[in-house]
């Protein structure tokens, strides 16, 4: 069982950046980032390999996210610039044995709200 605890999450506002961080308690094959919004499907953000070398960007995440990880410390980042009002959503973390653009992981944080302001 493999614990993931988030944070980095807050309010701000439309054009600003966010940091949010992902804390494992042990390794996966890949570490990632789920939103959703209530009422709404899980939307896929991003994804990395353990060892860094492959990513995935969901289509809303290219160009204005960077997803990173730093082995030594068991964890993984989301780097978020240019944010939108539709980016509001809760973050979820998650790891699992395969990298791809499902929502099937095998394990998932808390989760950490974002809520960019107008």
């Known amino acids: 069982q493999v614990q993931l605890v988030e944070s980095g999450g807050g309010l701000v506002q439309t054009g600003g950046s966010l940091r949010l961080s992902c804390s494992a308690s042990?390794?996966?094959?890949?570490l990632g980032w789920i939103r959703q919004v209530p009422g709404k499907e899980r939307e896929f953000v991003a994804a990395?390999?353990?060892?860094?070398?492959?990513?995935l960007y969901g289509r809303s995440a290219k160009g204005r996210f960077t997803i990173s990880i730093d082995n030594a410390k068991n964890t993984v980042y989301l780097q978020m610039n240019t944010l939108r009002p539709e980016d509001t959503a809760v973050y979820y973390c998650?790891?699992?044995?395969?990298?791809?653009?499902?929502?099937?992981?095998?394990?998932w944080g808390q989760g950490t709200q974002v809520t960019v302001s107008t």
């Open positions: 998650v790891a699992g044995n395969t990298l791809d653009y499902g929502l099937a992981y095998d394990y």
């Open positions: 990395i390999n353990w060892s860094g070398t492959g990513t």
């Open positions: 042990g390794r996966t094959f890949s």
